[in-house]
């Protein structure tokens, strides 16, 4: 639990706005953060609030995030009223958003972004500042990641993605897409995402969490496998056993893109699946993605928003996936796509707001 670091991170902006909630009742319920519902969630187990009412805070959220942050740290209402009766609280600094010289490598880049990640701490007050609905278009989420900079407040690891995404967006050799895992530890359950990286035919990740081992990975990784490997290993060295993974197609570059982020292109059962199974359907997504960067460069990814808009509804194109409105439409662990491919020439695009 939070400690000294966390109290200030408890303190940083009191412009941020934690509104209506949403809190996970049953832990075990593998739903995603972005639905609606007044619940309470669960980040790597730890209960959280989501602010679903912006920017800047009013005085009955801001007492109720203070009130569930009593409750969950180990100092309880003493730690509250330590901080809420200071007078003068000091400052806390900024962090500044890495820039880079055009001779400065890749993987130099991607550690300062995480450098700069890191900064930002990581949000221990029950609140999760800014509200992420995974079925916005990339546009959205990007505007989203503007104003996670702008404030700088504490972040969890679902936003540290959406962050992730936004710094490398003018990285066109790097490729970007989430990871998600599913882990068990003494009858719970407990989820965490990760933005996975592929640059140069090697993989890593980067990302935000309590341990250092849960989000970033320098991109050395041979394979998927290698990859997954790393991640169930330092869970279990937590004492974690690692249950199903979760693994999006790659996104788009394009900040104004109306395309969805692809979440659950694959799931994979790992306790259903053997080691060579595993490996096979990873490597099959490892094409999948592969494929959709090889549309790309044939065809234009998405529409953006000075693209003249049509009256009628023309069809979405085969590089601008849609919206999968079922589980029946994910790809599950063994099941191959049975779509036929359309050719990129007939098709148009769809413009979603």
Not at 273 to 285: I, Y
Not at 335 to 340: D, G, I, L, Q
Request: aromatic share 8%.
């Amino acid at each position: 639990m939070p400690g000294g670091r966390a109290d200030a991170s408890i303190v940083r902006r009191r412009s941020a706005s934690v509104g209506p909630v949403s809190v996970e009742r049953n832990i075990q319920r593998d739903e995603d953060q972005g639905e609606d519902g007044d619940e309470e969630f669960r980040d790597e187990g730890v209960p959280f609030y989501i602010n679903r009412g912006g920017l800047p805070v009013d005085e009955a959220t801001w007492d109720r995030m203070w009130k569930h942050v009593a409750k969950i740290h180990p100092e309880g209402e003493k730690m509250v009223q330590r901080i809420r009766g200071m007078p003068y609280l000091p400052k806390v600094p900024m962090p500044c958003v890495p820039t880079f010289q055009l001779s400065t490598l890749v993987p130099d880049r991607l550690e300062a972004i995480q450098r700069y990640t890191r900064e930002l701490q990581y949000n221990h007050t029950g609140t999760q500042f800014f509200e992420i609905k995974k079925n916005r278009p990339l546009t959205g989420l990007m505007d989203l990641a503007r104003e996670m900079i702008r404030e700088s407040l504490p972040i969890k690891c679902l936003e540290a993605v959406i962050l992730g995404i936004y710094l490398t967006n003018n990285m066109p050799g790097v490729e970007r897409f989430p990871i998600s895992f599913k882990t068990e530890f003494s009858g719970n359950y407990f989820r965490h995402i990760v933005l996975g990286i592929h640059y140069a035919g090697r993989f890593g990740t980067l990302g935000m969490s309590r341990r250092e081992d849960l989000m970033f990975k320098p991109p050395v990784c041979r394979t998927l496998i290698d990859l997954i490997s790393e991640f169930e290993s330092s869970y279990r060295k937590c004492w974690h056993t690692l249950k199903k993974v979760k693994i999006g197609q790659y996104v788009s570059h394009d900040p104004h893109s109306v395309e969805q982020i692809e979440w659950k292109h694959s799931v994979l059962d790992i306790e259903k699946l053997s080691r060579e199974e595993l490996r096979k359907e990873l490597e099959r997504h490892t094409r999948d993605m592969r494929l959709k960067v090889m549309k790309g460069t044939a065809a234009p990814s998405s529409p953006t928003r000075d693209r003249k808009k049509d009256s009628s509804s023309p069809h979405r194109s085969q590089s601008s996936p849609h919206r999968r409105n079922g589980h029946s439409e994910r790809r599950s662990s063994g099941e191959k796509k049975t779509t036929e491919q359309k050719n990129l020439n007939d098709v148009g695009y769809q413009i979603r707001v």
